[in-house]
């Protein structure tokens, strides 16, 4: 049992600017591997010990990939080379920009300068219903929890009588057709078309629906016209149900009802159609842009405060060419990571700052083997398998850590010549917490 009288930050003194940096994701990352601690005592908060490859997480929720194939321990990733440098793992509570300190469950640091790279949450547009019985995909527990879910709906489908509740069992619905929506969906249409069927020799899998429901007029409407027809041409391949223009209004953990009335059956709702900023507390409203996101400067000050930063998908930097801020992918945060390193050098050398100026480098969705899309720099779009290399490529370059690029791939190349997903344990059960016939279930089979 925790005893919270016993625990402090322990952090020492220092006569150097003390940098406080809340969140380890791409942003914090990038900041700390390019600041030096010969300047700067280095201070990093998160309510987790890992960096994760979040744009992997879909393949830890469909069986395609483990947990730690993702993550990498951040006091691994800085060790004793990372001079003056501090990671603790505990709850940011608030900040309080006057006394220049940030509040966390066991205790108070002052700091000098103070980074937000808190990144997002999901987005339910206040559908309290929604957010109750859907799966969202933003953390390593929330996936397992899908993973555990989708493998426990195949069980209970193989040994139900009732056709109605193994219809509702087989029915899953993906909310949101961004590059989350997509890859989830073409990876559940392989699982359906080579795993399954040989897993679940006695179901008829060709009655397992995959609905992506998008409320716009195209699916991956942050890609290119061109990426998104020909995402759906390949969704639409692989059997996917694409529903555009739809919008849902409630979920009951049975049923799915949209906007108009129609309505789905289904026991897994993902939900993937939006994101908001994980905003920490002490913040004035004024300053909290769309997306529920930090208003910023080009030099990622935080509107109002000379000496608090945000980067990433927490901050929103409006510009000419971004009115609406920069795209949230991993790109926009890495490189306002090393570009706010080198501006906090300048400033303690009592040099002017330089302005954040973003290098877009493309954007890529996959939808299965050897189908994918990539738009380029120079109005380049691709599609079909150079543009699979492509993807598999970025993503093993940008995961963290050697071990975790050789098991990715290695993963990759058999699944390329046998579609054979090995991770497909239910380690815990998910078990909804207001689900006590399930709960007795699950007790009652333990102990039997």
């Known amino acids: 049992m925790l005893n919270f009288d016993k625990l402090t930050l322990n952090i020492p003194e220092t006569t150097k600017p003390r940098v406080v940096i809340i969140g380890g994701g791409f942003g914090g990352l990038n900041l700390v591997k390019k600041l030096n601690g010969k300047d ?62 940030v509040k966390t469950m066991i205790g108070d640091l002052h700091y000098d300068y103070l980074v937000i790279a808190t990144g997002t949450k999901a987005n339910f547009f206040g559908n309290d219903q929604v957010q109750k019985y859907s799966f969202s995909l933003k953390t ?3 996936a397992l929890n899908l993973r555990s879910q989708l493998l426990q709906s195949f069980e209970q489908a193989s040994i139900t009588v009732d056709p109605l509740f193994r219809e509702s069992l087989l029915n899953i619905v993906i909310v949101g057709a961004g590059p989350t929506g997509v890859e989830m969906a073409g990876s559940l249409a392989e699982m359906r078309k080579h795993v399954l069927p040989g897993d679940y020799p006695g179901l008829d899998f060709s009655k397992m629906n995959i609905y992506l429901v998008e409320g716009l007029d195209r699916v991956l409407p942050p890609m290119s016209p061109e990426a998104s027809a020909k995402t759906q041409k390949y969704l639409e391949e692989l059997g996917v149900v694409v529903k555009l223009k739809t919008l849902v209004e409630s979920y009951d953990g ?36 769309r997306g529920g996101r930090l ?30 801020g920069h795209p949230g992918v991993a ?30 480098k493309g954007s890529l969705a996959i939808i299965g083997r050897v189908r994918a899309v990539a738009d380029l720099p120079g109005n380049i779009h691709l599609g079909g398998f150079i543009a699979w290399v492509a993807w598999l490529f970025v993503h093993i370059y940008y ?50």
């Open 331 to 360: 790109q926009p945060a890495i490189q306002q990571g090393q570009h706010l390193a080198k501006n906090l050098r300048r400033l303690i050398r009592r040099e002017p700052m330089t302005k954040f100026d973003y290098f877009d």
């Open 254 to 289: 049975e049923v799915v009802t949209f906007k108009g009335g129609e309505q789905i059956r289904s026991q897994t709702v993902v939900w993937a159609a939006g994101v908001t900023g994980a905003l920490i507390d002490g913040f004035p409203k004024e300053i909290i842009g």
């Open 140 to 142: 390593i527990p929330e």
């Open 40 to 101: 700067f005592q280095i201070v990093m908060f998160d309510k987790q010990n890992y960096h994760g490859f979040w744009p992997l997480l879909y393949q830890v929720a469909t069986a395609g990939l483990e947990p730690d194939a993702i993550a990498e321990p951040l006091r691994k990733m800085f060790d004793e080379d990372y001079e003056d440098f501090h990671f603790r793992l505990v709850r940011v509570l608030g900040v309080d920009p006057v006394a220049k300190t």
């Open 399 to 448: 995961l963290i850590g050697f071990r975790s690029k050789l098991v990715v791939l290695s993963n990759w190349i058999y699944r390329l010549f046998t579609y054979e997903r090995g991770t497909r344990l239910i380690i815990r059960p998910f078990i909804r917490k207001d689900d006590k016939v399930a709960q007795d279930f699950v007790v009652k089979n333990e102990m039997s």
């Open 295 to 324: 208003m910023v400067n080009e030099f990622n000050q935080v509107e109002g405060f000379a000496d608090i930063f945000a980067i990433g998908d927490i901050a929103l930097m409006r510009t000419e060419k971004y009115p609406n």
